[in-house]
């Protein structure tokens, strides 16, 4: 066989397995095809059969449900009929009530209006019996004013001052004989605490007196100390925050300020810069890192003394500025009295007194050391240094007890505690002891001429002079012009004015004398 015959013989082998393979699927697809279609149908039946069961099934519990929510519809609508007619039964019965209401509230408005009207009748007829009983009061005191002759303001004025004379001499009577009862044993109590304590304190009196002038090196060595235009003085104003004047003479220093500490600190630092080598260069910068160089050491020195205080006293130490405080009242006088050696003097007496007495001796001593702490602070805040120390005092956390004591020692505030009693006498003890406190000629006897100034510009006044260093004014009154319950108002009323106007240490007794004279020539 051919090649050629070969392939086509096979060809044609393919070509007919491939007709016959095409005619076997198309066979099979048709018997599948069958299948699924009876497949099919078995599925639909089997659905129509079940949809009409459930449709059936539905359809029945629908109806019975309908049939429920029929019946309980039925029952709501019974129930709300029932309520729906009570409502309408309680409207009509309010209803029937507001008609009453209504007519009622329209005789009351009736019968008021008729009331407001005899009330506007009677209102006028008491207006008009009020203008006639004025009309009579007036001339009636008119009658009276020209039956006495008198107008009624003399007359009030009159009765007036009557009464207060009657009641400035039964005051004066009155506080004359508290004065004439003797010391009751309270009183002859506190004298003997109080010379107790002054008996048991032995202290310190000499203190260093403040300058207020500094002398100037004569020559080249004064004019470099000044600088160039009082350069120097003006960089030791501004550290130490105090005036700097130099004498017309040019031969020393003035300090002004009110500031004690300042002051110590410009003299520290005039003192230094006159001690300064021959040929030294003092310009505005180096006075002025001097000056603060002294400032910081003499704050270290016022810390010292504000525990030395404390540590003498045997006391806990206080706020670092209450410390301080304490501390810059070495630097400030009272009359010439240092008041650091104050404060630790009055809190040495304060605590025997309190020891007499049962109390608690530390807190008197700390109550007495610290009422003075306003004063180192008066040259930088306004008022009462005894209100400034008890309101710094608090501020800084001390006890109420402490700060009632430092703002009553003066009156300022009330006495809340027996140690505010102590504190305050404490401070006059230790201030109006012998030699505490030292005036100059030229004060001493301005306070001489003012006490008599005072004391000379009330009437009935002969002469008044001041006796006992100013611890006591006589006064002598004209017989004629004032009696004996006049003296006694008189001396009250100087006492007042004197403690009024002049600032004084102690007590000044004021005595009023009334001279009776009998003068006859014999011939």
């Known amino acids: 066989?051919?090649?050629?015959?070969?392939?086509?013989?096979?060809?044609?082998?393919?070509?007919?397995?491939?007709?016959?393979?095409?005619?076997?699927?198309?066979?099979?697809?048709?018997?599948?095809s069958a299948g699924m279609r009876q497949v099919t149908e078995a599925i639909r039946g089997a659905a129509d059969t079940e949809r009409v069961e459930i449709l059936r099934t539905a359809e029945i519990s629908a109806r019975d449900e309908a049939r429920g929510l029929g019946s309980a519809f039925e029952s709501f609508c019974q129930v709300r009929e029932a309520e729906l007619s009570t409502v309408q039964t309680r409207v009509s019965r309010r209803v029937e009530d507001l008609a009453g209401r209504t007519a009622e509230l329209g005789g009351q408005r009736k019968r008021l209006d008729e009331i407001k009207a005899r009330v506007a009748l009677h209102e006028n007829?008491?207006?008009?019996?009020?203008?006639?009983?004025?009309?009579?009061v007036r001339a009636a005191l008119q009658a009276l004013e020209q039956r006495a002759g008198e107008t009624r303001a003399t007359l009030r004025a009159f009765i007036i001052d009557s009464e207060?004379?009657?009641t400035r001499l039964n005051a004066a009577q009155t506080l004359r004989q508290v004065d004439q009862v003797p010391p009751d044993e309270r009183s002859r109590d506190a004298k003997r605490i109080m010379s107790i304590a002054v008996g048991r304190f032995s202290g310190h009196y000499l203190?260093?007196?403040?300058?207020?002038?500094?002398?100037?090196?004569?020559?080249a060595a004064g004019d470099t100390l000044i600088g160039s235009d009082e350069a120097n003085l003006r960089a030791i104003e501004g550290v130490a925050g105090v005036k700097l004047?130099?004498?017309?003479?040019?031969?020393?220093?003035?300090?002004?300020?009110?500031?004690?500490?300042?002051?110590?600190?410009?003299?520290?630092?005039?003192?230094?810069?006159?001690?300064a080598p021959a040929g030294a260069i003092l310009d505005a910068g180096r006075v002025t890192e001097t000056a603060r160089e002294i400032s910081l050491q003499l704050d270290r020195e016022l810390m010292d003394l504000g525990r030395r205080a404390f540590k003498d006293l045997e006391i806990p130490a206080a706020h670092a500025e209450i410390v301080k405080l304490v501390g810059r009242l070495n630097y400030r006088t009272s009359f010439t009295q240092n008041q650091w050696k104050h404060a630790v003097e009055a809190a040495f007496l304060c605590g025997m007194m309190a020891e007499?007495?049962?109390?608690?001796?530390?807190?008197?001593?700390?109550?007495?050391?610290?009422?003075?702490?306003?004063?180192?602070?008066?040259h930088e805040l306004d008022g009462s240094h005894a209100v400034i120390g008890a309101d710094y005092a608090r501020r800084l956390g001390e006890h109420e007890v402490v700060a009632n004591a430092i703002g009553?020692?003066?009156?300022?505030?009330?006495?809340?505690?027996?140690?505010?009693?102590?504190?305050?006498?404490?401070?006059?003890?230790?201030?109006?002891?012998?030699?505490?406190?030292?005036?100059?000629?030229?004060?001493?006897?301005?306070?001489?001429?003012?006490l008599e100034r005072i004391t000379r510009s009330f009437r009935g006044i002969d002469e008044a002079f001041a006796v006992q260093g100013g611890r006591e004014v006589r006064i002598y009154v004209s017989e004629d012009s004032v009696d004996d319950m006049g003296a006694v108002t008189l001396s009250s009323q100087i006492a007042n004015k004197i403690s009024t106007e002049m600032t004084f240490p102690g007590q000044i007794r004021v005595?009023?004398?009334?001279?009776?004279?009998?003068v006859e020539t014999a011939s």
């Not at 090649?3 to 082998?13: D, E, G, H, K, Q």
């Not at 004047?245 to 300090?255: D, K, V, Y």
């Not at 009330?414 to 000629?441: C, H, I, K, T, W």
């Not at 005595?511 to 009998?518: L, S």
């Open 1 to 32: 066989m051919s090649l050629i015959a070969l392939v086509a013989w096979i060809v044609a082998l393919a070509t007919g397995g491939l007709l016959l393979g095409r005619i076997v699927a198309r066979r099979r697809a048709e018997a599948w």
């Open 125 to 136: 007829a008491n207006r008009a019996l009020r203008e006639e009983s004025a009309a009579n």
């Open 164 to 166: 207060l004379e009657d």
């Open 207 to 219: 203190t260093e007196r403040l300058l207020s002038n500094i002398p100037i090196p004569p020559g």
């Open 245 to 275: 004047s130099l004498a017309e003479t040019r031969e020393s220093i003035r300090l002004e300020g009110l500031d004690g500490v300042g002051r110590e600190v410009a003299r520290r630092c005039l003192a230094r810069l006159g001690r």
């Open 356 to 378: 007499e007495m049962d109390l608690d001796i530390k807190l008197a001593r700390r109550a007495a050391l610290m009422h003075d702490i306003g004063k180192a602070l008066t």
């Open 408 to 450: 009553a020692h003066h009156t300022d505030e009330p006495f809340n505690s027996p140690y505010a009693y102590l504190v305050a006498a404490a401070d006059a003890m230790s201030g109006a002891r012998p030699g505490a406190r030292r005036q100059m000629e030229d004060n001493y006897v301005a306070r001489l001429d003012d």
């Open 511 to 518: 005595t009023v004398i009334r001279e009776f004279k009998a």
